[in-house]
């Protein structure tokens, strides 16, 4: 059983026979009655998010899932979903299109990432924080167009769009957080 203490960001969960990850964690401890813990965990076959209240001090019903992770490299898509290699013992996963979900505009061939497995079954993938991706098609900026933090739309080559700065050309490489889909920097290669 996990106590309601270890409850913290990034801690994967099982709960009611569901793998989970704590997004965000509360500890609230009200003048009258006994203090609680309010989680926002998101299961990790579906992407659902919920909200979970656990009373503290009392064991909670969640325990430590059966899960593992292997290092893979992106290999290609297909029409039924995406193909990893295992860097281990260079075996094909194949994970469905719903599994990978909004994740696929990361990425790219050759990249290295990790495949999570629940119960010796491929469930979800886990990106690096950062990604480099290259413009493929934005307005240009309008000359004399300087407003403090003003920001136009991209495109870049997986498919994403990004708000990025005016100055931001096409054919440049860019620094993109793949936890929030935000635009950091140029790269120069």
Known sequence: MIETSDMKKGLKIELEGKPYVILKSDFTNPGKGSAFVTARIKNLE??????????????TNATVPDLEEKEVEYMYADPEGFNFMDQANFETIHLTTEQVGEDKYYLQEGAKLTVLYY????????????????????DPGLKGDTAAGAMKKA???????????????????????????????????
């Open 46 to 59: 579906t992407g659902q998010v919920i909200e979970r209240t656990f009373k503290s001090g009392v064991s």
């Open 119 to 138: 119960k010796s079954r491929p469930i979800n993938i886990e990106l690096p924080n950062f990604v480099v991706l290259k413009v493929t098609e934005t």
């Open 155 to 189: 495109v870049m080559e997986t498919g994403l769009q990004v708000r990025v700065p005016l100055f931001i050309k096409e054919g440049e490489v860019l620094k993109i957080d793949t936890r929030n889909g935000e635009y950091m920097e140029r790269v120069n290669k």
